[in-house]
T-cell receptor, first 119, second 112 residues
Framework: GAGVSQSPSNKVTEKGKDVELRCDPI?????LYWYRQSLGQGLEFLIY????????KSGLPSDRFSAERTGGSVSTLTIQRTQQEDSAVYLC?????????????????FGPGTRLTVL | KQEVTQIPAALSVPEGENLVLNCSFT??????LQWFRQDPGKGLTSLLL?????REQTSGRLNASLDKSSGRSTLYIAASQPGDSATYLC???????????FGSGTRLQVQP
C-alpha cells in the first residue's frame, strides 16, 4: 500500500514569507507526527496528533509554527514569517495504535520529507 | 529528559565484514526502540522495532538487541554489502511521551 507522502518535496522561500507543508499519512493510521531535521540540531520532534485528542505541541520552537490535521487524515504544518534558521528538512510520520499503551507496536513510518530553504 | 547517543559517528568497513552500531539512552523508561536507515536526501526507512519487553529482533542480516537496564541497544549487520551504506539512526519512544527521541546517527560506508 501507499506510504506516507509529503508535498512539496522542495520549497524555497524568502525570509518573512509564510509556508505550508503537507503530509498524507498511511491510510488508517490514527497518529501523525512532525519532525524537523537540521544540520545543527539533528532530528527533533515538533508536534503529534492522535485521533481527536488535543495535539501535543510541546516541540514547536516558536509561535510562528502551527499545524492542523483535518478529518483525522491530512496534516498541514504552517510556518509564518519564515526565518533563515527555519531552513531544514521537515519530516512527517504516522503510526497505528490508540491512546492505551500496550499491544500495538506504534511503529512510526516516515515520509520523504520537505526540504525548506529560507533565503 | 531522554538523551540518545550513537557511537561511532562514522564507520568505514570493507565489504563482507560483520559490524555493530551502538545506541545508548539515558532514561530506561522506554516503550520501544526503533532503528532506521536514511539514504542521502531521503526520508527514514524503519528497519527494526524492539518493544521494551523484548531482548532482540531480527530481520534478514540485521539483528537489534535491547538492554533496558544498561540503557543500550546494538544493531548488528552481518556480511555487510556496499548497498548497506547509509546513515543509521536509533530512536527511543518513552512510556509517556509518544514522540521519538533520536540519536545523531552513525554514517556507514561499506567499501566494495
Amino acid at each position: 500500500g501507499a506510504g506516507v507522502s509529503q508535498s512539496p518535496s522542495n520549497k524555497v522561500t524568502e525570509k518573512g514569507k509564510d509556508v505550508e507543508l503537507r503530509c498524507d499519512p498511511i491510510s488508517g493510521h490514527t497518529a501523525l507526527y512532525w519532525y524537523r531535521q537540521s544540520l545543527g540540531q539533528g532530528l527533533e520532534f515538533l508536534i503529534y496528533f492522535q485521533g481527536n485528542s488535543a495535539p501535543d505541541k510541546s516541540g514547536l520552537p516558536s509561535d510562528r509554527f502551527s499545524a492542523e490535521r483535518t478529518g483525522g487524515s491530512v496534516s498541514t504544518l504552517t510556518i509564518q514569517r519564515t526565518q533563515q534558521e527555519d531552513s531544514a528538512v521537515y519530516l512527517c510520520a504516522s503510526s497505528s495504535g490508540g491512546a492505551v499503551e500496550g499491544g500495538p507496536r506504534y511503529e512510526q513510518f516516515f515520509g520523504p520529507g520537505t526540504r525548506l530553504t529560507v533565503l | 529528559k531522554q538523551e540518545v547517543t550513537q557511537i561511532p559517528a562514522a564507520l568505514s568497513v570493507p565489504e563482507g565484514e560483520n559490524l555493530v552500531l551502538n545506541c545508548s539512552f539515558t532514561d530506561s523508561a522506554i516503550y520501544n526502540l526503533q532503528w532506521f536507515r536514511q539514504d542521502p536526501g531521503k526520508g527514514l526507512t524503519s528497519l527494526l522495532l524492539i518493544q521494551s519487553s523484548q531482548r532482540e529482533q531480527t530481520s534478514g542480516r540485521l539483528n537489534a538487541s535491547l538492554d533496558k537496564s544498561s540503557g543500550r541497544s546494538t544493531l548488528y549487520i552481518a556480511a555487510s554489502q556496499p548497498g548497506d551504506s547509509a546513515t543509521y539512526l536509533c530512536a527511543a519512544r518513552g512510556t509517556g511521551r509518544r514522540a521519538l527521541t533520536f540519536g545523531s546517527g552513525t554514517r556507514l560506508q561499506v567499501q566494495p
